[in-house]
């Protein structure tokens, strides 16, 4: 007998656009190239409980062009796209709730932080901050010369990390709003991941991992893997879990810079992972271009490969994967105030240390268009034009409106 367990479900895009109300309480999410959505929902057997299975619960075609991010918080679902818009999904009534607009350009990353605030990046350069309860842009940060490549936020939520094409590593103040260091790293790095406790971060350039400590601001290490790296997972404050163009998963201790162990998880390059733990389970979700989603159930030895929990063939080429946990309380529920006091300035100061080649300097104040004050947790009262929620109706109506008003154009010129 098989019973839903209202743990986990993912996301993920799909190439058709038929459309069916999810209905179980847990989700997975992956995108597609073709601008679609899947929903897979996890049930495990009463009478075999180390047995999962995935089934598929739901299709949407989301986007009109590829989804390229998406981020999971206890209540909602988002997903970027190639379309420049942000579409927000409402897994507790199970409907598509609206799209952000403000970006000119591909969604790059997406970041909640707790059940309050929303972080987005794009290739126009800029890093937006969104009220993920009003929906409303309550900052809009120029962030990077060239595209934002991806962004991480600090666990506690005071700082955040960016890369960008501008070859640069952007280091932010969350609870003032502004850009505290700026790193030139001579590269375009592409990933960069805080670790669970936030003592280290990692950067990732094509193939290479640089392993930086928080308290030197220093590279401890560097790892280099055989393929350029598509995904990079923590999976406690030492162990990363590394994924690429390949179709191995491997295992590396940030301290002894070791491979522990390596596995082949796929039939194709690995696009995403997710981990996860319950009770008596943690466990790592794999998507692949081989369009195969996998869930595998880690030893506690992570020297010993992970054993196959369950798998399924979604016969579509997944670009991006989210874990929906339901029923599962969010300790962090926003940034904190911008009148906090906080220990932010020394952790700043350890990650602006200049070191030997490279340059680091202080951001210049710029003049902005708005001049009041106020961190990234502030309300505003209105939301920036064109930058607030719009529902799906209204945003097909207009896509509609446009066409006509094109071949409107083309009859009159002919």
């Known amino acids: ?6 743990v ?39 009478q075999a409980p180390q047995q999962w299975t995935l089934v598929a619960d739901f299709t949407h075609h989301a986007h009109t062009a590829s989804l390229s991010a998406v981020a999971v918080n206890s209540r909602f679902v ?60 309550l900052k809009s940060i120029k962030a990077h010369k060239g595209q934002v490549t ?11 990390l960016s890369v960008g094409t501008d070859k640069t590593l952007r280091t932010w103040n969350l609870v003032e709003g502004r850009s505290a260091f700026i790193k030139n790293i001579k590269q375009n790095a592409h990933i960069v991941e805080w670790s669970p406790r936030g003592e280290q971060y990692v950067v990732i350039i094509q193939n290479k991992i640089d392993i930086y400590q928080l308290d030197t601001a220093s590279i401890s290490g560097t790892i280099t893997n055989e393929k ?8 406690s404050e030492s162990v990363l879990a590394v994924a690429g163009d390949e179709e191995v998963i491997r295992f590396f201790d940030c301290d002894s810079l070791v491979c522990l162990c390596e596995f082949k998880a796929h039939e194709n390059r690995v696009k995403d992972m997710f981990s996860f733990e ?28 992970p054993s196959l929990l369950c798998e399924i063939n979604t016969n579509a080429r997944l670009t991006c994967l989210g874990v929906w946990l339901d029923k599962v309380a969010d300790m962090k529920e926003s940034l904190p105030p911008a009148a906090e006091p906080s220990p932010v300035s020394k952790e700043q100061s350890k990650i602006g240390k200049k070191e030997p080649g490279d340059t680091v ?18 309300d505003s009262k209105k939301a920036t034009k064109e930058s607030g929620l719009i529902s799906t109706k209204k945003r097909k109506m207009v896509e509609m409106l446009e066409k006509k008003r094109k071949k409107k154009k083309i009859k009159t010129m002919q």
């Open 361 to 378: 300097h202080k951001e210049e104040k710029r003049s902005k268009p708005n001049t009041k004050k106020r961190g990234l947790t502030g």
């Open 78 to 137: 988002v997903t970027g796209s190639k379309d420049e818009t942000i579409h927000i999904y409402d897994m507790k009534k199970k409907i598509e709730h609206g799209a952000l607009v403000h970006h000119s350009g591909t969604i790059t990353c997406l970041k909640f932080y707790g059940n309050r605030h929303l972080i987005s990046g794009a290739e126009d350069g800029l890093i937006c901050i969104w009220d993920a309860k009003k929906w409303e842009c």
């Open 278 to 305: 319950i009770p008596e389970h943690h466990v790592i979700v794999s998507a692949s271009s081989d369009g195969f989603i996998k869930m595998w159930k880690l030893k506690q030895d992570k020297k010993v490969p």
């Open 150 to 160: 991806f962004l991480s936020i600090h666990p506690s939520g005071k700082l955040a």
């Open 1 to 6: 007998m098989l019973s839903s367990n209202p």
């Open 8 to 46: 986990k479900q993912y996301l993920n895009c799909s190439r058709t656009s038929r459309r069916q109300n999810p209905s179980a309480s847990e989700f997975k999410k992956e995108g597609l190239y073709s601008a679609g959505i899947f929903g897979k929902t996890h049930v495990s057997n009463n």
């Open 228 to 235: 350029r790296i598509s995904s990079v997972k923590f999976l």
